[in-house]
């Protein structure tokens, strides 16, 4: 018998936790315990990760009972594009979520065949903007370890939004990356902190679900788990977006209510974009990630990242683009290990950067600047004998410049004072003194 998958929003819940610490005090409930959750998470994860495609089979037939969806696969981004442009019709206004499938993956493609698209999250952001409030969260490390004061538990699945009654709809369509779906029954599951998804679901004309295939889940209890998981691991680096953006905003809410006659149209997209070739390969472990950016909040090097600033950032995001062949490898990685030590499943990221970048240039030849800055032995043994010459050079503006444009590196760089005795004779040295 045909039915309605469900449609849940899972949010911030003061309202819970509230209940779950009196319970606590009251009755002597279990403290929630990060680390035996974090266990639980990641046996969801690999049982994903081992069952992908009968996960995604079993996906297709649930949806396929059910009412007025529209279910199709895209083997990447450009032919998801495609299938939006189609089903979006003449509409050109396109509402995104803040997911790495559709902003960093998919957007660029929905520009090219001709949708502009926008993050509703962004304009929920405005009474955050000014210079008091950026200032504090600017500095990754001023970040408040939320985790530390075990406020971990607050997320919780608050409303169930209704997708196929008829309604007043607004004229443009939703393209929304999910958080986890569950192969069971086809419950869709969102995480969200502002109201910009469950506005999309309700008032878009026309509503996108892209599901990667890492996103769907065995059940509705591991996809509610996953997604709170996301939520509670990644409850910093959302911080980190209340930094202002420079990104185009468009008023959603100021367009005009229409009455639609008909049921809402949905249309289901399982995306792949490479995601099963890295199965049974070394990077599989990137098939256990949540997406929750942890990583992101822990890494000091992604502000600094040269990239359009509204992309969604992490270095598991960074990482699967170049594996993806839409990024280079991940050269401005510092190796610090931050990134593997937040991730609630333990995926070495730095690793598997390492690796990417020697498979990298095992298939493509190293550039002169990429070959010096490759061997610091080198530069250094340079500098030394060219000392105090190179000492006078590196500090040189004219020369810094020089060294800027044609090598890159930034000018305000403090670069070490050479000498020309070395450690060694300097030691000997020292100790017949
Ligand atoms: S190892 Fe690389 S990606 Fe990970 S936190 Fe450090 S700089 Fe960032
Ligand atoms: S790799 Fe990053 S985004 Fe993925 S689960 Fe680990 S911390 Fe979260």
Request: proline share 5%.
């Given at each position: 018998?045909?039915?309605?998958?469900?449609?849940?929003?899972?949010?911030?819940?003061?309202?819970?936790?509230?209940?779950?610490?009196?319970?606590?005090?009251?009755?002597?409930?279990k403290k929630f315990d990060v680390d035996i959750f974090r266990e639980q998470l990641k046996e969801?994860?690999?049982?994903?990760?081992?069952?992908?495609?009968?996960?995604?089979?079993?996906?297709?037939?649930?949806?396929?009972?059910?009412?007025?969806?529209?279910?199709?696969?895209?083997?990447?981004?450009?032919?998801?594009?495609?299938?939006?442009?189609?089903?979006?019709?003449?509409?050109?206004?396109?509402?995104?979520?803040?997911?790495?499938?559709?902003?960093?993956?998919?957007?660029?493609?929905?520009?090219?065949?001709?949708?502009?698209?926008?993050?509703?999250?962004?304009?929920?952001?405005?009474?955050?903007?000014?210079?008091?409030?950026?200032?504090?969260?600017?500095?990754?490390?001023?970040?408040?370890?939320?985790?530390?004061?075990?406020?971990v538990e607050?997320?919780?699945?608050?409303?169930?939004?209704?997708?196929?009654?008829?309604?007043?709809?607004?004229?443009?369509?939703?393209?929304?990356?999910?958080?986890?779906?569950?192969?069971?029954?086809?419950?869709?599951?969102?995480?969200?902190?502002?109201?910009?998804?469950?506005?999309?679901?309700?008032?878009?004309?026309?509503?996108?679900?892209?599901?990667?295939?890492?996103?769907?889940?065995?059940?509705?209890?591991?996809?509610?788990n996953?997604?709170?998981?996301?939520?509670?691991?990644?409850?910093?680096?959302?911080?980190?977006?209340?930094?202002?953006?420079?990104?185009?905003?468009?008023?959603?809410?100021?367009?005009?209510?229409?009455?639609?006659?008909?049921?809402?149209?949905?249309?289901?997209?399982?995306?792949?974009?490479?995601?099963?070739?890295?199965?049974?390969?070394?990077?599989?472990?990137?098939?256990?990630?949540?997406?929750?950016?942890?990583?992101?909040?822990?890494?000091?090097?992604?502000?600094?990242?040269?990239?359009?600033?509204?992309?969604?950032?992490?270095?598991?995001?960074?990482?699967?683009?170049?594996?993806?062949?839409?990024?280079?490898?991940?050269?401005?990685?510092?190796?610090?290990?931050?990134?593997?030590?937040?991730?609630?499943?333990?995926?070495?990221?730095?690793?598997?950067?390492?690796?990417?970048?020697?498979?990298?240039?095992?298939?493509?030849?190293?550039?002169?600047?990429?070959?010096?800055?490759?061997?610091?032995?080198?530069?250094?043994?340079?500098?030394?004998?060219?000392?105090?010459?190179?000492?006078?050079?590196?500090?040189?503006?004219?020369?810094?410049?020089?060294?800027?444009?044609?090598?890159?590196?930034?000018?305000?760089?403090?670069?070490?004072?050479?000498?020309?005795?070395?450690?060694?004779?300097?030691?000997?040295?020292?100790?017949?003194?």
């Amino acid at each position: 018998m045909a039915y309605i998958p469900g449609f849940f929003m899972i949010e911030p819940s003061a309202e819970q936790s509230k209940h779950r610490a009196a319970g606590l005090f009251v009755r002597k409930e279990k403290k929630f315990d990060v680390d035996i959750f974090r266990e639980q998470l990641k046996e969801i994860r690999l049982e994903t990760r081992r069952n992908s495609a009968a996960l995604i089979e079993q996906l297709k037939k649930t949806l396929a009972e059910c009412d007025g969806i529209e279910t199709t696969s895209a083997k990447d981004a450009k032919e998801a594009a495609s299938l939006i442009k189609a089903f979006a019709g003449d509409r050109e206004i396109a509402s995104i979520n803040k997911s790495n499938v559709v902003i960093n993956e998919i957007r660029p493609e929905l520009h090219r065949v001709g949708l502009k698209t926008y993050l509703r999250y962004y304009g929920e952001f405005k009474n955050f903007e000014g210079d008091k409030f950026q200032k504090k969260i600017e500095d990754y490390w001023s970040l408040p370890n939320i985790h530390d004061k075990h406020l971990v538990e607050s997320f919780d699945i608050k409303r169930r939004i209704p997708i196929t009654s008829p309604s007043e709809s607004k004229d443009y369509i939703a393209i929304l990356g999910v958080n986890a779906i569950s192969a069971e029954d086809g419950s869709v599951y969102f995480l969200q902190h502002m109201s910009n998804i469950s506005k999309d679901i309700e008032q878009a004309y026309k509503v996108v679900v892209v599901l990667s295939i890492e996103k769907i889940l065995k059940n509705s209890i591991d996809a509610v788990n996953h997604t709170r998981a996301m939520g509670i691991f990644g409850l910093e680096s959302i911080l980190l977006d209340l930094i202002p953006h420079d990104v185009e905003k468009f008023d959603f809410d100021s367009l005009p209510l229409v009455k639609n006659e008909k049921a809402k149209e949905i249309m289901f997209i399982i995306y792949d974009n490479g995601r099963s070739d890295l199965l049974n390969t070394p990077y599989q472990d990137l098939f256990l990630c949540i997406d929750c950016r942890a990583c992101a909040r822990q890494c000091p090097v992604g502000q600094h990242i040269p990239f359009e600033k509204d992309m969604v950032y992490s270095p598991k995001n960074y990482l699967l683009g170049s594996l993806q062949g839409w990024l280079h490898p991940f050269e401005f990685c510092l190796h610090c290990g931050r990134c593997e030590v937040e991730c609630p499943v333990n995926i070495d990221i730095p690793s598997l950067i390492w690796r990417s970048q020697f498979e990298y240039y095992e298939r493509h030849p190293r550039g002169l600047k990429k070959r010096l800055l490759d061997d610091p032995e080198l530069l250094a043994k340079l500098g030394c004998l060219s000392a105090p010459i190179s000492n006078w050079s590196v500090k040189n503006p004219f020369v810094k410049l020089l060294t800027e444009i044609f090598v890159g590196i930034n000018r305000d760089a403090n670069l070490p004072t050479f000498h020309r005795e070395t450690f060694r004779d300097w030691f000997k040295g020292a100790k017949n003194v």
